[in-house]
């Protein structure tokens, strides 16, 4: 098993540039989200799927678009990157919205 | 907004000695997890909570959930090199799919 696998695991961006955050997991888990860490704030949660076809927005979920076609996957995009989305991002994932979370290595976004 | 408070924000401490971090949440919590993030790294399950009250160690690790499941507490015994690192507290908000975690402690330890 690999768990949750994120990529890319650094990116740089242009403002206003458009990219997609990838998220896989081999756990048959139902429960996906996706959070941004960045410095003296935890985390924060953008947005969540509980199963595929069905996505909800989370605290921070403005300039972020998720979709969710199969239980595996659970790409996260950004549609026109800001330097204010500059972060660390994290998927993972649960077996339902209730037990422990298993979260993939992060990926460094820099926005220029 | 909804909000989870930890404190301290950074500890440091020499080996051998205790340290706790408390974690206060605006809101009800379904449960509670805690997790451990090393630097560079990302954040490792500990243990999780459910009912108010409920107490448990793991080792040198001892955690609890307060009665109204609004607050929680990390305590580490003997503290080790190998206990460096950022522990989050964090739950789904009562009824809902949606975390909030902590704002974090870090902890230092000199050897």
């Known amino acids: 098993n690999a768990g949750v696998t994120q990529t890319p695991k650094f990116q740089v961006l242009k403002t206003g540039q458009s990219m997609t955050l990838q998220c896989a997991q081999d756990m048959n888990h139902e429960y996906m989200s996706w959070y941004r860490q960045d410095p003296g704030m935890g985390l924060r949660l953008i947005h969540y799927s509980v199963g595929a076809g069905i996505t909800d927005q989370g605290e921070v979920p403005n300039g972020y678009n998720v979709s969710r076609s199969t239980t595996e996957d659970f790409p996260l995009r950004l549609l026109s990157a800001a330097p204010s989305q500059t972060s660390v991002y994290f998927c993972?994932?649960?077996?339902?919205?209730?037990?422990?979370?298993?979260f993939g290595s992060g990926t460094q976004l820099s926005v220029l | 907004g909804q909000q989870v408070m930890q404190i301290p924000q950074y500890q440091h401490v020499q080996e051998g000695e205790d340290f706790t971090t408390y974690c206060n949440s605006s809101?009800?919590?379904?449960?509670i997890q805690w997790y451990k993030q090393r630097p560079g790294g990302h954040p490792v399950f500990l243990i999780q909570l459910v009912k108010s009250g409920e107490v448990k160690k793991q080792k040198r690790l001892t955690f609890q959930f307060g009665e109204a499941k609004k607050n929680s507490s990390l305590h580490i015994t003997a503290t080790q090199t190998t206990d460096v690192g950022t522990y989050f507290c964090a739950g789904p908000t009562s009824g809902t799919y949606k975390y909030i975690f902590g704002t974090g402690t870090r902890l230092k330890v000199l050897a």
């Open positions: 809101t009800t919590l379904s449960n």
């Open positions: 993972a994932s649960s077996r339902n919205g209730d037990e422990k979370l298993f």
